[in-house]
Structure formats: C-alpha cells, structure tokens
C-alpha cells in the first residue's frame, strides 16, 4: 500500500520575467476557493515528516523529465495536505480532491465512485500515473468541473481510477493537479500532454490570466485560507509582490522551480542554486551541506522520533533570522517560523514540551539540480502566486509573516 504515515493537516481548497519586479495589476475574471483546516493522525509507513518529505523530493529529483510525479506522493507522505470539494459532471457530484502544485493531473474515484452524467464523455483513452510507492490506473473522461462561486471548467480531462493506491481509507477521492501541464506527459494514452485545470479556465476565457493565488495561514492561527484562480487575492498581502522567473536548471524546472540563496544571521549557507516551490512538501528542505551548517549553527540536536532537529528554550531565544534571496529580494523567516507549531507537536509524534525546527536535510548536496524545497512552512509565511503565463513565481509578506503563534 502506498506509504502514507500522516494526516495532520489536511487544508481544503479554498513567466520570462524581470526578476523581483513589481507587480502589474490588469482587470481580470477571478475565481476562488476556501480552505479549510481538518487535523488528524494516521501512521502506517514512512517512520518521520522529515522522512516523508525526502522520499517525495527524491522521486520528483529522479523522476524528473517527462515521468509523472503525482500529488498523492506527497499529499500522503506530508503532515501537511490540502483538500479541496470538487464538483464533476452535471448535476455535479461532489469529491474531496488533494490539491497540489507539484503535479497537474485530475482524477477521481479513489474512494467515491465516478457518476458520469450529461456532460461525461469517454476518450476511450486510459490514464495511467506512478507516483514512486504507488500508482493510479483508469480511464480518461472529459467532464465539467465546478470548483466553488460559480467557476466552472468545461472539458476538462478527468482520470477515473479502476486501481489506485494510497488514498483508501483517508476519505480523500482523488488528486487535483496545479503544477505545470508537462507533467502530465505520458500519462494518458495517444495523448502528449493534457490541460490544467488552470489552463483550460484561461483557454475557455473563464481567467484573464494563468494565474493561481495560494493563500496558507498558519495552523496555529486558523483553520482557513484560500487558492485564487485568475489573479492573486490583494485584500491578503501586506506588500508588493515579487516575481522571480522559473530555473533554467533541471529538473527543478520541470515544476515551480526558482534560484534562490539562503543566509542565516547574515551569513551564507547555500549559495544560489535551484530548487521548487511546492505546497506538497510540508517543511523546508535544504541540501545536506546547507543543513550541516544550519545545524552547526543552531546546536540542534536530531530528533529520532520526528527527524526534525530539536532545541532547548535557550537555544530558540538565541535563533537568528533565516533569510530567503530570491531575485535581489528576501524572504525571511524570524526564529518563531523556524520552528513547528507547538500545539501540534504530537500530532507529529513528538513530545508537546519540545521545541522542532522546520528546516531538514533535503538528502544530497548542492549541485543536484533540487537543492532545496521551499515547502509549506515557508508557504504559510508568504502568499505565493504561480504564474503559467508568465512562467514565474511570485511572492508576498501577509499579516502572517512575523506571526509568533507557534
């Protein structure tokens, strides 16, 4: 059965560029889609989140190219997972989809079963998905998705799984896909790539722009937030927005991939270097040199239970800022986003007296082509925006950015 150790956090569903450059506001159709928070735990394989997390970056590292990566690797082997209700077909049937960036194929039937409808039609084409420790199998229907205020996608391709492993049991239906379309090269038969649901909303007119807003807020502060179809949602960043344009470095480039560098009390631990962007991957992932010197830096001490590295009170009052350099810009992380929240430390096995770091061991050293993954608890600290039409990634600080809640 496919891995699938932790259901902590499961959230529903609410570019060449110049590099940092502000952004530019246009009129534009928007759709949006609510978040919500469901906390749990449900351990059967992977024995930690650090774990978990490696064991995704390597299969998208490895897999790279045109070989799928689904959402469900990381969905399932993540603490934290995104959920979004989802509506097929006409009448629509609603299922609860994972939602992830790092992967752009959209199915269901993991649990409830497809309703074809009016609007259901059968290619006659099969899907088939490996996702390293798992995989789906099924057929490819075109069908109408409805995701929430009135936003509908029209033809849309949809797998429907006959076979799938890892979703049963977690009440969660299926994947929802938001990463770039050339992932889905070679999963569906007599097909090279098939549209987003992100591309078809602008193809069909629906979006201004081929654009997804992603609005975390921290766990310990809400149980809400939101993905914005279209555009970026102003009303939840407290800055101007900044874009930096997508890696020219494989296989980071093949998903949300960026350049960035990262210091910590001003001093440099991973000099520029490629990596992703992904709302699949809970915590920050940084190559093994970088961590070395992290570690080294912050006397933390491994946690066998977690894999998380674990500090005393004294040694969280002495953190210093971890900063992000992302196209002439920073991102910083004060010591309070540096480590996981508190209140959840058992649901990640770990005892509610100590104290975690959210940054771990990505498992090789840079110059791997995905040096880093900037996960959700980076995500949680700034709005990001994932821009197909322009292929670049932006960020935004949000009243979250220097929240103390954990």
Same mark, same amino acid.
């Given at each position: 059965?496919?891995?699938?150790?932790?259901?902590?956090?499961?959230?529903?569903?609410?570019?060449?560029?110049?590099?940092?450059?502000?952004?530019?506001?246009?009129?534009?159709?928007?759709?949006?889609?609510?978040?919500?928070?469901?906390?749990?735990?449900?351990?059967? !394989?992977?024995?930690?989140?650090?774990?978990?997390?490696?064991?995704?970056?390597?299969?998208?590292?490895?897999?790279?190219?045109?070989?799928? /990566?689904?959402?469900?690797?990381?969905?399932?082997?993540?603490?934290?997972?995104? +959920?979004?209700?989802?509506?097929?077909?006409?009448? &629509?049937?609603?299922?609860?989809?994972?939602? =992830?960036?790092?992967?752009?194929?959209?199915?269901?039937?993991?649990?409830?079963?497809?309703?074809?409808?009016?609007?259901?039609?059968?290619?006659?084409?099969?899907?088939?998905? &490996?996702?390293?420790?798992?995989?789906?199998?099924?057929?490819?229907?075109?069908?109408?998705?409805?995701?929430?205020?009135?936003?509908?996608?029209?033809?849309?391709?949809? !797998?429907?799984?006959?076979?799938?492993? @890892?979703?049963?049991?977690?009440?969660? =239906?299926?994947?929802?896909?938001? !990463?770039?379309?050339?992932?889905? /090269?070679?999963?569906?038969?007599?097909?090279?790539?098939?549209?987003?649901?992100?591309?078809? +909303?602008?193809?069909? @007119?629906?979006? *201004? *722009?081929?654009?997804?807003?992603?609005?975390? $807020?921290?766990?310990? =502060?809400?149980?809400?937030?939101?993905?914005?179809?279209?555009?970026?949602?102003?009303?939840? %960043?407290?800055?101007?927005?900044?874009?930096?344009?997508?890696?020219?470095?494989?296989? &980071?480039? +093949?998903?949300?991939?960026?350049?960035?560098? $990262?210091?910590?009390?001003?001093?440099?631990?991973?000099?520029?270097?490629?990596?992703?962007?992904?709302? !699949?991957?809970?915590?920050?992932?940084?190559?093994?040199?970088?961590?070395?010197?992290?570690?080294?830096?912050?006397?933390?001490?491994?946690?066998?239970?977690?894999?998380?590295? /674990? %500090?005393?009170?004294?040694?969280?009052?002495?953190?210093?800022?971890?900063?992000?350099?992302?196209?002439?810009?920073?991102?910083?992380? $004060?010591?309070?986003?540096? %480590?996981?929240?508190?209140?959840?430390?058992?649901?990640?096995?770990?005892?509610?007296?100590?104290?975690?770091?959210?940054?771990?061991?990505?498992?090789?050293? *840079?110059?791997?082509?995905?040096?880093?993954?900037?996960?959700?608890?980076? +995500?949680? /600290?700034?709005?990001?925006?994932?821009?197909?039409?322009?292929?670049?990634?932006?960020?935004?600080?949000?009243?979250?950015?220097? &929240?103390?809640?954990?």
């Amino acid at each position: 059965m496919f891995p699938y150790w932790a259901l902590l956090s499961l959230l529903t569903l609410y570019l060449p560029a110049v590099a940092a450059s502000p952004v530019h506001r246009m009129p534009s159709v928007v759709g949006k889609l609510a978040l919500t928070l469901v906390t749990g735990l449900n351990a059967t !394989g992977i024995s930690n989140i650090a774990d978990a997390d490696r064991a995704r970056i390597k299969f998208m590292r490895e897999k790279g190219g045109f070989r799928k /990566r689904d959402a469900s690797v990381s969905v399932t082997n993540s603490i934290v997972l995104y +959920l979004a209700q989802v509506g097929v077909g006409s009448p &629509s049937t609603e299922y609860t989809l994972l939602v =992830d960036t790092g992967s752009s194929n959209t199915w269901v039937g993991a649990n409830k079963a497809y309703t074809p409808t009016s609007t259901s039609h059968y290619t006659g084409d099969t899907v088939y998905v &490996s996702y390293g420790s798992g995989n789906f199998s099924g057929r490819e229907y075109i069908d109408m998705v409805s995701l929430g205020n009135g936003l509908t996608v029209n033809q849309q391709s949809i !797998g429907v799984a006959t076979q799938s492993q @890892g979703l049963s049991g977690a009440g969660i =239906d299926g994947i929802i896909g938001l !990463g770039p379309a050339d992932l889905t /090269r070679g999963t569906v038969s007599n097909t090279n790539t098939v549209p987003t649901v992100v591309d078809n +909303l602008y193809s069909q @007119g629906t979006i *201004s *722009s081929a654009v997804l807003g992603v609005y975390f $807020i921290p766990a310990s =502060d809400s149980n809400s937030g939101e993905l914005t179809f279209g555009d970026y949602d102003a009303s939840a %960043i407290s800055g101007t927005v900044n874009y930096a344009p997508i890696t020219s470095t494989y296989p &980071s480039n +093949l998903y949300w991939g960026i350049d960035q560098s $990262i210091t910590y009390g001003g001093n440099t631990i991973l000099s520029s270097t490629a990596g992703i962007v992904d709302t !699949g991957t809970t915590l920050i992932l940084i190559a093994t040199n970088a961590f070395q010197t992290y570690q080294s830096a912050t006397g933390g001490v491994m946690d066998t239970t977690t894999g998380l590295l /674990r %500090i005393t009170q004294s040694q969280y009052n002495n953190l210093q800022t971890l900063s992000f350099h992302v196209s002439a810009q920073n991102y910083d992380l $004060i010591p309070n986003a540096q %480590i996981w929240p508190r209140s959840l430390n058992t649901a990640i096995g770990g005892s509610s007296s100590y104290i975690y770091l959210v940054v771990a061991d990505i498992g090789t050293p *840079s110059g791997s082509g995905m040096d880093f993954a900037n996960g959700y608890t980076f +995500l949680e /600290r700034y709005y990001s925006i994932y821009d197909t039409t322009n292929a670049r990634v932006g960020f935004a600080a949000t009243k979250y950015t220097d &929240s103390t809640s954990n």
